[in-house]
């Protein structure tokens, strides 16, 4: 079996900045690409971000380009995501994925954490 669980959700100020983490068990993480999705109320899941099982190769949503940047440390079983300058319309639960299907700039994955919410005030 594969776990995803996601720490370091919140609420921050518009403007400010956050650190999400997914911890995964099982042992082949360092095989998986993972990815983050969110999704807001009312609203369609959004790819967020992905990178790649090597870390070497990063993709990411238009909405956040520039402004979240994603890393692995394969080490440790652990993806983190960190967010700056964020906007009240970056409020969702933010899920991490892993293993794609198919493309990996989409939220279609075989593995998903429960999710973290993430509140940005205005």
């Known amino acids: 079996q594969v776990q995803l669980i996601e720490s370091g959700g919140g609420e921050v100020q518009a403007g400010g900045s956050a650190t999400l983490s997914c911890t995964a068990s099982?042992?082949?993480?360092?095989?998986?690409?993972m990815a983050w999705c969110r999704q807001a109320p009312g609203m369609e899941r959004e790819f967020v971000t992905a990178?790649?099982?090597?870390?070497?190769?990063?993709y990411y949503g238009d909405s956040v380009k520039g402004r979240f940047t994603i890393t692995r440390d394969n080490a440790q079983n652990t993806v983190h995501l960190e967010m700056n300058n964020l906007k009240p319309e970056d409020t969702a639960v933010y899920y991490c994925?892993?293993?794609?299907?198919?493309?990996?700039?989409?939220?279609?994955?075989?593995?998903w954490g429960r999710g973290t919410q993430v509140t940005v005030s205005s």
């Open positions: 099982g042992r082949a993480f360092s095989g998986y690409t």
């Open positions: 990178i790649t099982r090597s870390g070497n190769k990063k």
């Open positions: 994925a892993g293993n794609a299907v198919g493309s990996v700039t989409t939220c279609n994955y075989n593995y």
